[in-house]
């Protein structure tokens, strides 16, 4: 098992321990991690349920897609931003076509 993995599991293990303490199904932890999927995203969730210690299934969907939303939104602004870089690039070195 690679370390990606190893991380993956670890974080995981560590949300879904997370929910139940507060108890939580399972079913809503595995959805959780299903519709976070990345480590980090996983462990911020984590976080803001150790610390909020939200009472309702509400709460806890409502911080999961405020979490997928923020991720989004940094997706877009990082396509933006590779997009300009490469307008950019056209523009100084023109179009090939001399």
């Given at each position: 098992m690679d370390n990606?993995?190893?991380?993956?599991?670890f974080s995981r293990d560590?949300?879904?321990t997370a929910i139940r303490s507060l108890g939580f199904p399972d079913e809503l932890g595995e959805a959780i991690v299903?519709?976070?999927g990345s480590p980090k995203a996983m462990d911020r969730m984590a976080s803001?349920?150790?610390n909020?210690?939200?009472?309702t299934p509400e709460l806890v969907v409502d911080e999961m897609l405020a979490i997928r939303s923020e991720i989004e939104a940094w997706r877009a602004k990082?396509?933006?931003e590779d997009a300009n870089a490469k307008?950019?690039?056209?523009?100084?070195y023109g179009?090939?076509?001399d």
């Open positions: 990606n993995n190893r991380r993956w599991l560590n949300l879904m299903k519709n976070l803001y349920l150790m909020v210690k939200p009472t990082k396509d933006s307008y950019n690039e056209m523009l100084y179009f090939g076509d």
